[in-house]
């Protein structure tokens, strides 16, 4: 089995800011305030919480200026710290129009993504990938973990609208899924299997790709591809919800539709409860 290599996603910010302002251009005022997969928020809402991504990196991390902080750093008072930020900042956008939010998008998006493309992917970053377990990550992978947070919320936005596929391109959403898959070692961890066990995920449709999860023999789960050997497991996900499941917005009575397995259920059972959003 190949070991998986750093996945550089910097060029692609510039991409989905284009999509995402040509969407919101297009939307009736009406469509502004539908409902989205994100509970309690509106399309305008997961709007806001966008520039506030653009707002917040560049004060936290390009000038150094943190505001608020949590008052811990575990994984649950983080969560509670991030969703606190998250209400407050909508709420205080209310006063914005559409066109306002619109204009800060743009005004925000380039310089956003002019600092992701000038860090070091190899170097430390500030703030490692909780959920697929680190507690220090280099740049190249906080940036793809920027990268899942802007896709998935346009894509709520494209799923309130009816507007979903212009995301769901290889070049897009390859790198998404490719981001996502690598907390499966993580969530694995509790997951006992004998030296060698393979499980197969695979993702079908037009960001079609097959990655291996194998048990080492430290007692531990590595991620890859391009293996030829046996299986214990398999699971294989429509690519359509595929993004659903990973950010906690597909039922588990719906994604058992859309998902078929082989083998144990204690090697594929886990993988409806795999996360890759804080929360």
């Avoid at 144990?264 to 929360?279: A, N, R, S």
Wanted: aromatic share 10%; glycine share 6%.
């Amino acid at each position: 089995m190949q070991p998986l290599t750093p996945l550089l996603t910097s060029h692609l910010f510039p991409v989905l800011d284009q999509h995402l302002l040509q969407l919101l251009q297009s939307l009736e005022p009406e469509q502004w305030e539908l409902p989205t997969l994100a509970p309690r928020w509106r399309v305008r809402d997961v709007a806001l919480h966008l520039l506030d991504g653009n707002l917040r990196t560049l004060s936290m991390l390009r000038d150094g200026y943190f505001g608020q902080q949590p008052s811990g750093f575990s994984y649950p008072e983080l969560v509670q710290f991030l969703d606190q930020l998250n209400a407050d900042w909508v709420k205080a956008g209310q006063r914005l129009s559409p066109g306002v939010i619109r204009w800060l998008l743009e005004l925000s998006g380039p310089e956003y993504s002019r600092y992701l493309a000038g860090l070091d992917p190899a170097a430390p970053a500030l703030f490692s990938v909780a959920w697929a377990g680190e507690t220090e990550s280099a740049n190249w992978f906080h940036i793809a973990r920027d990268y899942t947070e802007k896709w998935h919320h346009q894509q709520q936005i494209r799923q309130a609208v009816g507007q979903e596929q212009a995301l769901l391109t290889r070049e897009l959403y390859h790198p998404f899924l490719a981001t996502c898959l690598r907390a499966l070692p993580h969530h694995y961890r509790e997951v006992e299997a004998a030296a060698g066990s393979t499980i197969a995920f695979i993702i079908t449709g037009a960001a079609a790709d097959t990655w291996y999860l194998q048990r080492t023999d430290q007692a531990s789960w590595q991620l890859g591809q391009h293996y030829t050997g046996p299986l214990a497991a398999s699971v294989t996900i429509d690519e359509a919800v595929a993004w659903r499941l990973f950010t906690k917005s597909l039922p588990r009575s719906l994604a058992e539709t859309h998902l078929q397995r082989q083998g144990p259920g204690l090697l594929t059972e886990p993988v409806f409860g795999l996360i890759t959003v804080m929360g």
